[in-house]
């Protein structure tokens, strides 16, 4: 029993080609070719004056098809019955948003109370503002600018008053500051029910990397007790805000002790 092998071809005589196959890939490669240049000539009408068909093709497409719509399909009618209503409508608020205009009145700054139970005062603050508990000092950041709010609690001497603690750290200020560059725009006695005497300072400079910083600094003595409330940032269009928001939270600070006793109540 023998198995058959394929004959050889004779000497000198080539072998055969798959000459259909290679027909097949010229003529697919001819149709790409004469379809790509065709959608050329087809498409160029929509997105210029050129027509190179030369048959007024962009008049009869906009007969049916305004080519407004290929720059808001949003116009197109009935579309928004083939999209999520609900998507479609988070999507539009988004782009809405994005434009509004910045609250302009601290009265309008939605609000929230911090109970500060290592210093036993509560305080409000922005809602939406980070917040970081150190020690005997609370910050909240705004996760939108470099604006901040640190309030904390410090120990002093009997008898020390309000305004040296704040030339205290205007010093210190002017220490970070470029020469020349603190600017001390008002020093006045200020009121507030949590302590018996109280001084705020406003003043800006620009640091020793050339940052433009204002500051609110707000000191706060009962007995031994400094409470102090300090709030800065680096936009000045924002002073005026943040001056009002300033008188809001000072009002706003209370003792613990008093809230419970309120809450009893």
Avoid at 199 to 207: A, I, R, S
Wanted: hydrophobic share 40%.
């Amino acid at each position: 029993m023998s198995i058959d092998t394929p004959p050889i071809p004779p000497e000198g005589e080539p072998k055969r080609k798959n000459t259909w196959l290679w027909g097949c890939l010229i003529a697919f490669i001819l149709a790409l070719v004469v379809f790509c240049c065709g959608g050329t000539l087809f498409f160029i009408p929509l997105f210029s004056e050129r027509d190179a068909l030369g048959n007024g093709l962009q008049d009869r497409i906009e007969e049916f098809l305004p080519l407004d719509y290929l720059e808001d399909p949003s116009s197109l009618p009935g579309i928004e019955d083939l999209l999520d209503e609900e998507l479609f409508s988070e999507v539009e608020d988004a782009v809405s948003g994005s434009g509004a205009e910045k609250v302009t009145k601290a009265e309008d700054i939605p609000l929230a109370v911090f109970k500060f139970i290592d210093i036993g005062t509560s305080v409000y603050y922005p809602v939406g503002w980070d917040i970081e508990v150190e020690g005997y000092g609370v910050t909240f950041y705004d996760p939108e600018s470099f604006t901040y709010i640190f309030v904390g609690e410090d120990l002093t001497e009997p008898g020390t008053l309000a305004e040296e603690i704040a030339l205290e750290i205007i010093e210190s200020i002017q220490d970070e500051a470029q020469e020349g560059s603190f600017q001390l725009i008002s020093s006045d006695a200020y009121s507030v029910g949590i302590a018996d005497d109280a001084h705020l300072t406003f003043f800006e400079w620009v640091d020793q990397d050339g940052f433009y910083t204002w500051a609110y600094d707000l000191e706060m003595v009962s007995g031994e007790s400094n409470i102090y409330l300090f709030l800065s940032g680096e936009n000045p269009d924002e002073i005026p805000l943040y001056g009002e928001l300033l008188d809001i939270l000072a009002a706003s600070l209370e003792t613990l002790p008093d809230l419970e006793e309120s809450e009893d109540a």
